[in-house]
């Protein structure tokens, strides 16, 4: 773990925009670029505000995103981009509207579908339009990345579509635009962004280059998330969560997630809670599972965050747990309307997710996980 000779491959978009107001800064550039047709991908709430990105041309706006997205919501936004014939297309909310802003930007007009394209580089061609990410929360860090995320409602699983075709031209981080989102969702996708963070830094295949970034981001997260709860409107804390997201984003392309992520899928995909909210529950039991195999990253994580704990499992899951509970995060499974019945066919969901178990630095076995969920509960 985290041998300076390892291989890796980084990848940005080519250009990133970030601060305060700077969100009119996307008209600008795809003006420059002669974009004449864009497509803004987006929610219904950040639909109502496209204005803000000051864009030319003749502008299509999808307004029906929905939170995690599946294959019928894409489904829904290809017909319209088919119709829109788009050269520019903008990502223009959280992980949701990004993530199929990536997906339209390169199925559009192509011969491939999307069970053509889940995995890993199996987009065929490189993409025929420009494609620009505005975050509009601050957790998922997908304006910077590779990888999107689609819920195939049949199997109820994630699939997850990584190229490099799907890395945007530009990224434009306005951290006003997260000024609305509410104080739960602030806190719970702020839990998200820490854990991509804490998730790469504790991984086996942690990079010293992506750890600069990943203990960084945790550090933001403890100096600035729980002022951003207490007021939505305080625009240093809003910019360092932004920040802590695009850090997080750093760390998924190369590094990835681990058991955190793998054991809060089930949580979105079965009862649909929400990803930051699944993640901030997960986080700090995954974080004392981890302890023995981590020690020493573990205990740079604590005081990253700012606590104070031994180095002890008990001690780590104590300190991280109030660190969520203080937030306002439901921390128990009970109280998001999950099933105790349902646990055990959670652990096997969460078992199957290979792509991130195998990042975890420590072996979680099936019943492990059943164990998580059950002291979870
Ligand atoms: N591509 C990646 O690398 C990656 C990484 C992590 C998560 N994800 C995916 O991202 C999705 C979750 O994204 P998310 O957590 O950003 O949530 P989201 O995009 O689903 O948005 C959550 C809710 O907040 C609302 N919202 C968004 N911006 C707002 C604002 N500024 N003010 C008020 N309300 C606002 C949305 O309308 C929505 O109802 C999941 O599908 C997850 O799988 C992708
Ligand atoms: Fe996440």
């Not at 195939?152 to 890395?167: G, N, Y």
Request: with cysteine; charged share 20%.
């Amino acid at each position: 773990m985290t041998s300076l000779s390892a291989p890796i491959t980084i990848v940005r978009p080519e250009i990133i925009e970030f601060g305060v107001g700077v969100a009119a800064k996307l008209g600008k550039w795809a003006a420059a670029q002669g974009f004449e047709r864009v497509l803004v991908v987006s929610d219904a709430f950040n639909a109502s505000r496209v204005d803000i990105l000051e864009l030319p041309g003749r502008i299509t706006v999808f307004s029906q995103v929905k939170p995690e997205p599946d294959t019928d919501n894409l489904d829904l936004l290809l017909s319209v981009a088919s119709e829109a014939r788009a050269d520019l297309i903008v990502g223009f909310g959280g992980g949701s509207a990004m993530d199929l802003a990536k997906l339209a930007s390169v199925l559009s007009g192509s011969a491939q579908t999307l069970r053509d394209v889940v995995g890993a580089g199996k987009v065929a061609q490189r993409r025929q339009v420009g494609l620009a990410q505005v975050p509009t929360t601050s957790g998922t860090g997908s304006e910077a990345g590779i990888r999107a995320l689609v819920t195939d409602p049949q199997t109820q699983a994630k699939l997850a579509v990584e190229s490099i075709h799907m890395l945007a031209d530009i990224a434009v981080i306005d951290p006003s635009l997260t000024f609305t989102v509410p104080a739960a969702t602030t806190a719970a996708t702020g839990v998200d962004a820490m854990a991509h963070c804490v998730e790469a830094f504790t991984n086996r295949k942690a990079h010293p280059m992506i750890d600069l970034y990943a203990i960084e981001g945790v550090r933001l997260v403890g100096r600035y998330l729980a002022r951003a709860v207490a007021d939505g409107s305080d625009s240093e804390a809003r910019a360092g969560l932004s920040l802590a997201s695009l850090y997080g984003g750093f760390c998924l392309g190369p590094v990835n997630t681990a058991g955190g992520h793998a054991l809060a899928y089930p949580l979105g995909t079965r009862w649909h809670v929400a990803h930051g909210a699944a993640n901030a529950l997960i986080f700090p039991h995954v974080l004392a599972f981890n302890t023995p195999a981590v020690a020493e990253k573990t205990t740079q994580v604590i005081e990253a965050l700012n606590l104070k704990a031994a180095a002890d499992q008990a001690s780590v899951f104590d300190a991280t747990f109030g660190f969520c509970a203080g937030l306002g995060i439901e921390m128990r499974l009970s109280g998001l309307g999950v099933p105790a019945d349902d646990l055990a066919a959670m652990a096997d969901d969460a078992f199957a997710i290979r792509r991130l178990l195998d990042n975890n630095p420590r072996e979680l076995a099936r019943d492990d996980i059943l164990s998580i969920y059950q002291a979870a509960y």
